[in-house]
């Protein structure tokens, strides 16, 4: 079963705009990460933030947490082409050793 | 350090068949979890293993397996294949798992096409 679900689906822009991408999810975390996967191809691990973090930032990438609205948004500035993947949300909840993807968006930075 | 292989990166089988994919884990780290990928169900857990022991399961039906051995690399496989396990199997390492709070590094991935 998914716990987080990605919105939007699909997500089209320019190169040189910033894509918003949002996650909800429905109990409680531990943490929860960001993956990106290119094409059918192995996951990328991007960033991870934990229950008690609000935000964090690792290069172009920006990522908050609301624990209290179980959502997290991830934000990536001045986008590129290279850009262009599939976009996970993953959360890990209580003392399971799993991670539990979302459906993923499909961002497509277009040159 | 070398990252996540997996071996094969491609396999066609037939339904009735069973099949083994291996996974070797970045060296020192000592769980490896298995995920499946597939364009209606998404990235699903099927199992973890940590120190040769099975320690989480996901909704798996009993001819999906796995093992561990001593030097951290995992099989998985999966017996009496049907159409629907065409997919897209993913290994993950990490030193301690994924309840630690560590980051996951995942494989290419074994594209499975069943006929």
């Known amino acids: 079963s998914q716990q987080g679900e990605e919105d939007p689906q699909a997500l089209s822009i320019q190169e040189g705009e910033n894509a918003t991408m949002n996650c909800s999810y429905k109990t409680s975390i531990n943490n929860l990460q960001w993956y990106r996967q290119n094409s059918g191809r192995g996951l990328v691990h991007l960033i991870l933030i934990r229950s008690n973090e609000r935000e964090k930032h690792s290069g172009r990438l920006r990522v908050t947490l609301d624990t209290s609205k179980k959502s997290s948004s991830l934000l990536i500035t001045a986008s590129r082409a290279a850009d262009t993947a599939s976009y996970f949300c993953?959360?890990?909840?209580?003392?399971?050793?799993?991670?539990?993807f979302g459906k993923g968006t499909l961002l497509t930075v277009n040159p | 350090k070398a990252g996540v292989t997996q071996t094969p990166r491609y396999l066609i089988k037939t339904r009735g068949q069973q099949v083994t994919l291996s996974c070797s884990p970045i060296s020192g780290h000592r769980s490896v979890s298995w995920y499946q990928q597939t364009p209606g169900q998404g990235l699903q857990f099927l199992f973890e293993y940590f120190s040769e022991t099975q320690r989480n399961k996901g909704n798996f039906p009993g001819r999906f397996s796995g093992r561990q051995f001593s030097n951290s690399r995992s099989e998985m496989n999966v017996s009496t294949l049907e159409l629907g396990d065409s997919a897209l199997y993913l290994c993950?390492?990490?030193?301690?798992?994924?309840?630690?709070?560590?980051?996951?590094?995942f494989g290419p991935g074994t594209r499975l096409l069943v006929l």
């Open positions: 993950a390492s990490s030193s301690s798992g994924t309840g630690t709070g560590e980051t996951q590094y």
């Open positions: 993953a959360t890990v909840g209580g003392s399971n050793y799993k991670l539990t």
